[in-house]
C-alpha cells in the first residue's frame, strides 16, 4: 500500500539552529515528491516538487533532497516566520489519471526567538 | 507561481442550509480541480476530484449527495454542502492543478486559502 510518513511529528528549534524535516514513503512508483507549508487557519502553500533520487532544490533557508526512500526538508538558520506545518505529499504512477496525491501528517515547525 | 482563490473565507450557517464554497484558478486554466477537508491537527483528507465538464470523482465514504461538485469552466470549481449539519464543520481547502511544462513531469497542485464553515 502506498504510503508517506513523516517525522518528526513536531520540532522545536531556536532561532538560528538548523535541523531536518523528514519524509518516508513506500510507493509502487514515484512520479513526485511534494512538499508544502501550511499557516494555521490557510491553504497549504507550493515549496518544492522533486522527481528523481539525487534531485535538490533551494529556497531561502530552505533546501530539499530527494533518495529513493525518502526526502529530507532541511532548515538552515530558521527565524520565527518558518514557523508552520510542513507537509510532504508523492504521487505515484499507479494513482490513475486523477493521479491524487498520498499525504503524510506533517511536521509542526515552531521557532522560538 | 499559480493562484488559487476560494470564496467565503468563513460562513456561519444554521443546519439544514446549504452553502456554496468557490474555488478559482486565477492566472491559469486547470482542468482538475481536487477538494479537501481538514480537521484540527489533522492533515488533509481529499473528498473529490473535479475535472472540467464531467462529472466528479468522489473518495470513499464522501457522500456525493451531500457534497455536490461543479466544475463547470476551466477556472471555476463549486463545492455546495447541502442539508449542512454540525458535524460538517470543518475547514474545506481547494486545489487546482498546474499542467506539467515537461512531458511526464507530475502535476503540480496549488491551494486555495481555504473556508471555514461552521454549522449551527
Known amino acids: 500500500e502506498d504510503q508517506v510518513t513523516q517525522s518528526p511529528e513536531a520540532l522545536r528549534l531556536q532561532e538560528g539552529e538548523s535541523s531536518s524535516l523528514n519524509c518516508s514513503y513506500t510507493v509502487s512508483g514515484l512520479r513526485g515528491l511534494f512538499w508544502y507549508r501550511q499557516d494555521p487557519g490557510k491553504g497549504p502553500e507550493f515549496l518544492f516538487t522533486?522527481?528523481?533520487?539525487?534531485e535538490e532544490k533551494e529556497k531561502e533557508r530552505l533546501k530539499a533532497t530527494l533518495t529513493k526512500k525518502e526526502s529530507f526538508l532541511h532548515i538552515t538558520a530558521p527565524k520565527p516566520e518558518d514557523s508552520a506545518t510542513y507537509l510532504c505529499a508523492v504521487q505515484a504512477w499507479n494513482a490513475g489519471n486523477n493521479r491524487k496525491l498520498i499525504w503524510g501528517l506533517g511536521t509542526s515547525l515552531a521557532v522560538n526567538p | 507561481g499559480a493562484v488559487v482563490s476560494q470564496h467565503p473565507s468563513r460562513v456561519i450557517c444554521k443546519s439544514g442550509t446549504s452553502v456554496k464554497i468557490e474555488c478559482r484558478s486565477l492566472d491559469f486554466q486547470a482542468t482538475t480541480m481536487f477538494w479537501y477537508r481538514q480537521f484540527p491537527k489533522q492533515s488533509l483528507m481529499l473528498m473529490a476530484t473535479?475535472?472540467?465538464?464531467?462529472?466528479?470523482?468522489?473518495e470513499q465514504g464522501v457522500e456525493k449527495d451531500k457534497f455536490l461538485i461543479n466544475h463547470a469552466s476551466l477556472t471555476l470549481s463549486t463545492l455546495t454542502v447541502t442539508s449542512a449539519h454540525p458535524e460538517d464543520s470543518s475547514f474545506y481547502i481547494c486545489?487546482?492543478?498546474?499542467?506539467?511544462?515537461?512531458?511526464?513531469?507530475?502535476?503540480?497542485?496549488?491551494f486555495g486559502p481555504g473556508t471555514r464553515l461552521t454549522v449551527t
Open positions: 522533486l522527481y528523481s533520487a539525487g
Open positions: 473535479s475535472n472540467e465538464g464531467s462529472k466528479a470523482t468522489y
Open positions: 486545489s487546482a492543478r498546474d499542467p506539467p511544462r515537461t512531458s511526464g513531469r507530475s502535476y503540480e497542485q496549488y
